[in-house]
T-cell receptor, first 112, second 116 residues
Framework: SQQGEEDPQALSIQEGENATMNCSYKTSINNLQWYRQNSGRGLVHLILIRSNEREKHSGRLRVTLDTSKKSSSLLITASRAADTASYFCATGRTGANSKLTFGKGITLSVRP | DAGVIQSPRHEVTEMGQEVTLRCKPISGHNSLFWYRQTMMRGLELLIYFNNNVPIDDSGMPEDRFSAKMPNASFSTLKIQPSEPRDSAVYFC??????????????FGEGSRLTVL
């Protein structure tokens, strides 16, 4: 399966610390995306990085992509209690009729 | 914009009953996706539409599941008859780009289905 796999499955940190989450995948992709899901809510798109990009920033978020290792990382700097959520990576394969495939997610808890 | 609107938010039904979940995508979006989320299997793509046409329904688990998109502003996912293993949260998502099925998705809040 080309499904992304996140690591770790759960992460607990103190407010103010940085949170790093990783995603690995198996097949060629045209982009990789990160989404956040608060408890009982829908997924919210955070950031998209294309296969020809290596790093992207959005506010306190930094995403890197290493296509040679088929891996990505999401860094949240200066975490806040409101960052507590599940985070998913989603990979978009190359080719016709490709679909966005989600990993099982990382549960991030930020302690105040 | 109100975002993707799903109804009902919660549905509890008995095994064998018909369930219909509804979705209104964001106006102007040309692609619509139905996903199912469970603890065991994560987020699974069931079916997606481009310009109201079903493109790939390979994720639909069984013939008991069907989806329609009669116009650009409305889609339904129907389960008939429902079974306890169908219990999950069903998400609808839309995307502005038809033919580019791996772009950013805008999700609704989901419909939590419990089949007793």
């Amino acid at each position: 399966s080309q499904q992304g796999e996140e690591d770790p499955q759960a992460l607990s940190i103190q407010e103010g610390e940085n949170a790093t989450m990783n995603c690995s995948y198996k097949t060629s992709i045209n982009n990789l995306q990160w989404y956040r899901q608060n408890s009982g809510r829908g997924l919210v798109h955070l950031i998209l990085i294309r296969s020809n990009e290596r790093e992207k920033h959005s506010g306190r978020l930094r995403v890197t992509l290493d296509t040679s290792k088929k891996s990505s990382s999401l860094l949240i700097t200066a975490s806040r209690a409101a960052d507590t959520a599940s985070y998913f990576c989603a990979t978009g394969r190359t080719g016709a009729n490709s679909k966005l495939t989600f990993g099982k997610g990382i549960t991030l808890s930020v302690r105040p | 914009d109100a975002g993707v609107i799903q109804s009902p938010r919660h549905e509890v039904t008995e095994m064998g009953q018909e369930v219909t979940l509804r979705c209104k995508p964001i106006s102007g979006h040309n692609s619509l996706f139905w996903y199912r989320q469970t603890m065991m299997r994560g987020l699974e793509l069931l079916i997606y539409f481009n310009n109201n046409v079903p493109i790939d329904d390979s994720g639909m688990p069984e013939d008991r599941f069907s989806a329609k998109m009669p116009n650009a502003s409305f889609s339904t996912l129907k389960i008939q008859p429902s079974e306890p293993r169908d219990s999950a949260v069903y998400f609808c998502a839309s995307s502005p780009l038809a033919g580019f099925n791996t772009g950013e998705l805008f999700f609704g809040e989901g419909s939590r289905l419990t089949v007793l």
